[in-house]
């Protein structure tokens, strides 16, 4: 909603409306069209309110930074993440699946201290490779200008000490997640594992908005096959669980 529409934002909305703008405008634009008055313009309102919320074109970047992981933390709701399929004592499972902390208790081994079984593990990955598809299957077909936005912001930060330190703050709310999921799930090394699940699915997402696989969105069937062969290479006792994953996709 903005001014052109006949009403005029609240105080309170004004500053969402504007970071949702300039999330527009870099998809749309790129880094070179994000000015203060395109903003202005844009979003339907008098000249000068985007400088009055963000006074440097920095200050706006780490407004569109902000709401940007606001946005994307919407994809999923809490209820649509996987729960561990097993039945774990709950000092165990604290300690495998660390919160907002970070790595710790997600070392080495986590998987085997929570009394995880291969079968156990391997039984996680279909609920792992469900979500992580619905995820990217999302982003691709609902959420392309997020991505867009991301990729030029990502590019600017690394040029930006300040708005990097931002956009990685920003980026651990979604990796934490990864962590604990997979070392709730067994892995013997749920940081690394991580790593490679992250980077494979920004991966994916890239080369299918911006690569050389721009052309077409990966079913939700594919992208849950992948999701679940990557993750059978790394979890105990998941190969038995890769026969189940081609189910037919939305």
């Given at each position: ?47 000068g ?30 209820d ?14 604290t ?32 609920a ?70 992250v ?25 849950r ?22 189910v037919?996709?939305?």
């Open positions: 909603m903005n001014a052109r529409d006949g009403l005029a934002p609240s105080a309170a909305s004004r500053p969402q409306l504007i970071a949702d703008t300039a999330l527009r405008l870099l998809a749309e634009r790129g880094m070179r069209g994000l000015t203060h008055r395109a903003v202005d313009e844009a979003a339907g309102l008098p000249q309110s985007t400088s009055n919320l963000a006074r440097t074109r920095a200050a706006l970047l780490e407004a569109a930074v902000g709401r940007l992981a606001e946005r994307e933390a919407a994809v999923l709701t809490p649509e993440l996987p729960r561990p399929q097993r039945d774990r004592p709950s000092g165990a499972e300690e495998a699946a660390p919160g907002a902390g970070g790595a710790s208790g997600a070392g080495p081994g986590a998987g085997a201290a929570s009394g995880a079984g291969p079968a156990a593990c391997g039984a996680e990955v279909p792992l490779a469900e979500v992580l598809s619905l995820a990217l299957h999302r982003y691709l077909t609902h959420h392309r200008e997020l991505l867009l936005a991301r990729y030029e912001l990502a590019l600017e930060a690394t040029r930006r000490p300040a708005l990097r330190e931002v956009y990685d703050r920003a980026g651990r709310a979604f990796r934490e997640p990864v962590v604990a999921m997979l070392a709730a799930a067994g892995s013997v090394a749920p940081e690394r594992h991580a790593l490679s699940v980077a494979w699915c920004d991966g994916v997402l890239f080369s299918c908005t911006a690569g050389q696989f721009h052309a077409a969105v990966p079913t939700r069937a594919a992208l096959t992948s999701c679940a062969e990557l993750l059978a290479g790394m979890l105990p006792g998941a190969g038995a669980s890769r026969g189940g994953t081609g037919a996709g939305e």
